[in-house]
C-alpha cells in the first residue's frame, strides 16, 4: 500500500509569514498533485509535477517535487489569510487513481 | 463551463437505510472516480470508471457499496444498510482521459453523509 504522509498538519501563522508543507512517501509516485480544500467544498487543483528534481512556482507558492519522485514541498512566501485551507498533496499511480496524503491545515491570521 | 456536481450535498440517514448518492461529472470527462473523505483526514479512493467500465473497485470497503454509470457519464453511488462509520463526505472528480495529458482530477462539492 502506498501511503503519502503530511507534515505538520496543523499550521498557524501571521499574515505575511512563509510557511512549507512536506509531504514524503516510501513509494515512488508517477504525478505528484497538491489541491486546496475549503469547508464545505472539494478540493482545488493547485499544481501537478511530474519530473523528479521539477520546481514549479505560482505566484507566492512554490512546489517541489523530490529527486527520486517520493516526497513534495509546498511553500508559500508572505502568507496571505486568503491562502487559509486545508493543503492535501496526492500521488498518482497505475490506474490513475490518487492516494491522498492526510492534509495540512492552514491558518493565516490578519 | 460547468464543473462537477453532486447531488445531495447533505443526507441524512437513518442506521439501515439504503441512499444513493449522484455525480454528474464534466461533459466528456472519460473517466470518473468516487473517494470518501472521514472528518478531519484526506480523501480515500474508492472506485474508477472509464466510461461506463469500473476498471477498479478495490477501495469499496465492503459489499454495501455499489456504484454505476451505465451510461459513461452520470454515476451513482449505492450505500446499502448504512452503518454510523459511513458517515463521511464523499466526493466524486472526474478526468478528460486516463492518459498523462489530460488526467488532472476535478473534484466535485461532496455528498456528506450523516448516518444516526
Known amino acids: 500500500t502506498q501511503l503519502l504522509e503530511q507534515s505538520p498538519q496543523f499550521l498557524s501563522i501571521q499574515e505575511g509569514e512563509n510557511l512549507t508543507v512536506y509531504c514524503n512517501s516510501s513509494s515512488v509516485f508517477s504525478s505528484l498533485q497538491w489541491y486546496r480544500q475549503e469547508p464545505g467544498e472539494g478540493p482545488v487543483l493547485l499544481v501537478t509535477?511530474?519530473?523528479?528534481?521539477e520546481v514549479k512556482k505560482l505566484k507566492r507558492l512554490t512546489f517541489q517535487f523530490g529527486d527520486a519522485r517520493k516526497d513534495s514541498s509546498l511553500h508559500i512566501t508572505a502568507a496571505q489569510p486568503g491562502d487559509t485551507g486545508l493543503y492535501l498533496c496526492?500521488?498518482?499511480?497505475?490506474?490513475?487513481?490518487?492516494?491522498f496524503g492526510g492534509g495540512t491545515r492552514v491558518l493565516v491570521k490578519p | 463551463g460547468a464543473g462537477v456536481s453532486q447531488s445531495p450535498r447533505y443526507k441524512v440517514a437513518k442506521r439501515g437505510q439504503d441512499v444513493a448518492l449522484r455525480c454528474d461529472p464534466i461533459?466528456?470527462?472519460?473517466?470518473l472516480f468516487w473517494y470518501q473523505q472521514a472528518l478531519g483526514q484526506g480523501p480515500e479512493f474508492l472506485t474508477y470508471f472509464q466510461n461506463e467500465a469500473q476498471l477498479d473497485k478495490s477501495g469499496l470497503p465492503s459489499d454495501r457499496f455499489f456504484a454505476e454509470r451505465p451510461e459513461g457519464s452520470v454515476s451513482t453511488l449505492k450505500i446499502q444498510r448504512t452503518q454510523q462509520e459511513d458517515s463521511a463526505v464523499y466526493l466524486c472528480?472526474?478526468?478528460?482521459?486516463?492518459?498523462?495529458?489530460?488526467?488532472?482530477?476535478?473534484f466535485g462539492p461532496g455528498t456528506r453523509l450523516t448516518v444516526t
Open positions: 509535477v511530474v519530473t523528479g528534481g
Open positions: 461533459s466528456g470527462h472519460v473517466s
Open positions: 496526492a500521488g498518482g499511480a497505475a490506474g490513475n487513481k490518487l492516494t
Open positions: 472528480a472526474s478526468s478528460l482521459t486516463y492518459r498523462r495529458e489530460g488526467r488532472e482530477q476535478y
